[in-house]
């Protein structure tokens, strides 16, 4: 059974974004140096931070960042920026993304996941499509969701998956997050340790930044009665980056030896800034006038796009800032050239 349960005029996806991801086009490409971004297929059993120290002995530079972390267990498309490109990531972090994983109803851990003890069996005697369709519905649109005990969320200062390891597990506040699609797939009967019967359920996932797709199974199985945690799951699409184009760790090692051969030092291809922010914001060109304008901390006229953050590009196509309108005017929220030489 695949079916499909769409959150009607939800709108987390911009065409462009739809777009990009369909032809993968806006991300290929790249140079060896500079600036830029680096799309990595995570492995499972690393930390989102494993990756960055990886890339970073790779690259031969400190200044590299992820946007979006991604669970140990959790494998797929991590956007990590090298350089000027870690200014970006806050920004692409509040994209759209897309997962695919299972579910396994009758049991429940500590952790949500695959990874913590199990704490509660129930038996799956008997659960109706329509049952399960009804949950699934419930847990798609805009949604009040508590994220689980045990993630990076800071509480006082302290990572609650830290303190939950010191016996101090806190009560997460609930979060809006929007589920704009949420989609079942094959079901299929499992069996836990003791014999007792449970339900695998595969499921694919498109959601707002800061929906924990841990607590969506969690969630799922507290609706059904019979608890649930997510067994596998893989991040497909962070905004107009697909797992397609993402480079392994044994690529990115590989990329890194030849450079070495070839006596480049460090050194590993990257999509430059101007075209990772073309991928992910509306584009406006500037003038000339207006590009020296922004680089000296002026305001322009409002870019009327009605989007949050806008990438602004000089004439020769380099990107100068990211924008947003306030009060009519567009400000900058991150300028990325230097004022050129008067």
């Given at each position: 059974?695949?079916?499909?349960?769409?959150?009607?005029?939800?709108?987390?996806?911009?065409?462009?974004?739809?777009?990009?991801?369909?032809?993968?086009?806006?991300?290929?490409?790249?140079?060896?140096?500079?600036?830029?971004?680096?799309?990595?297929?995570?492995?499972?059993?690393?930390?989102?931070?494993?990756?960055?120290?990886?890339?970073?002995?790779?690259?031969?530079?400190?200044?590299?960042?992820?946007?979006?972390?991604?669970?140990?267990?959790?494998?797929?498309?991590?956007?990590?920026?090298?350089?000027?490109?870690?200014?970006?990531?806050?920004?692409?972090?509040?994209?759209?993304?897309?997962?695919?994983?299972?579910?396994?109803?009758?049991?429940?851990?500590?952790?949500?996941?695959?990874?913590?003890?199990?704490?509660?069996?129930?038996?799956?005697?008997?659960?109706?499509?329509?049952?399960?369709?009804?949950?699934?519905?419930?847990?798609?649109?805009?949604?009040?969701?508590?994220?689980?005990?045990?993630?990076?969320?800071?509480?006082?200062?302290?990572?609650?998956?830290?303190?939950?390891?010191?016996?101090?597990?806190?009560?997460?506040?609930?979060?809006?997050?929007?589920?704009?699609?949420?989609?079942?797939?094959?079901?299929?009967?499992?069996?836990?340790?003791?014999?007792?019967?449970?339900?695998?359920?595969?499921?694919?996932?498109?959601?707002?930044?800061?929906?924990?797709?841990?607590?969506?199974?969690?969630?799922?199985g507290a609706d059904l009665g019979v608890g649930g945690h997510l067994t596998e799951l893989r991040r497909t699409r962070v905004g107009p980056y697909l797992v397609s184009q993402a480079r392994t760790i044994a690529e990115l090692e590989s990329e890194s030896e030849r450079a070495q051969a070839a006596q480049l030092g460090p050194a590993l291809q990257v999509v430059p800034m101007a075209e990772a922010a073309a991928a992910a914001f509306p584009r406006r060109e500037l003038?000339?006038?207006?590009?020296?304008?922004?680089?000296?901390?002026?305001?322009?006229?409002?870019?009327?796009?009605?989007?949050?953050?806008?990438?602004?590009?000089?004439?020769?196509?380099?990107?100068?800032?990211?924008?947003?309108?306030?009060?009519?005017?567009?400000?900058?929220?991150?300028?990325?050239?230097?004022?050129?030489?008067?």
């Amino acid at each position: 059974m695949t079916t499909r349960h769409s959150a009607t005029g939800s709108s987390a996806t911009s065409g462009r974004a739809t777009g990009s991801s369909a032809t993968g086009s806006s991300v290929t490409g790249g140079s060896a140096t500079g600036s830029g971004l680096l799309i990595v297929d995570k492995p499972g059993g690393w930390t989102s931070h494993d990756v960055v120290a990886k890339i970073r002995r790779l690259a031969g530079t400190r200044r590299v960042g992820h946007a979006g972390t991604l669970d140990p267990m959790a494998t797929g498309v991590l956007v990590l920026g090298v350089a000027k490109a870690t200014r970006l990531l806050g920004y692409l972090a509040l994209t759209e993304k897309e997962y695919t994983g299972t579910v396994r109803l009758g049991q429940s851990t500590d952790t949500d996941d695959a990874t913590g003890s199990v704490i509660g069996h129930v038996p799956v005697v008997t659960i109706s499509e329509s049952e399960l369709l009804r949950a699934v519905d419930g847990l798609t649109g805009e949604i009040s969701q508590i994220p689980p005990g045990v993630s990076a969320i800071k509480v006082d200062g302290k990572r609650a998956y830290r303190l939950a390891r010191a016996g101090e597990a806190p009560r997460l506040a609930a979060r809006t997050v929007t589920v704009s699609r949420f989609d079942v797939g094959a079901i299929r009967p499992a069996t836990g340790p003791d014999g007792a019967g449970l339900l695998d359920v595969d499921i694919r996932v498109t959601c707002s930044s800061g929906t924990y797709i841990r607590a969506l199974a969690r969630d799922l199985g507290a609706d059904l009665g019979v608890g649930g945690h997510l067994t596998e799951l893989r991040r497909t699409r962070v905004g107009p980056y697909l797992v397609s184009q993402a480079r392994t760790i044994a690529e990115l090692e590989s990329e890194s030896e030849r450079a070495q051969a070839a006596q480049l030092g460090p050194a590993l291809q990257v999509v430059p800034m101007a075209e990772a922010a073309a991928a992910a914001f509306p584009r406006r060109e500037l003038s000339s006038q207006e590009a020296l304008a922004l680089w000296h901390g002026a305001k322009l006229a409002a870019t009327g796009t009605g989007e949050s953050t806008v990438a602004a590009f000089a004439p020769d196509g380099s990107l100068v800032a990211l924008l947003t309108d306030v009060d009519g005017k567009a400000r900058s929220l991150a300028v990325f050239a230097s004022a050129p030489a008067q």
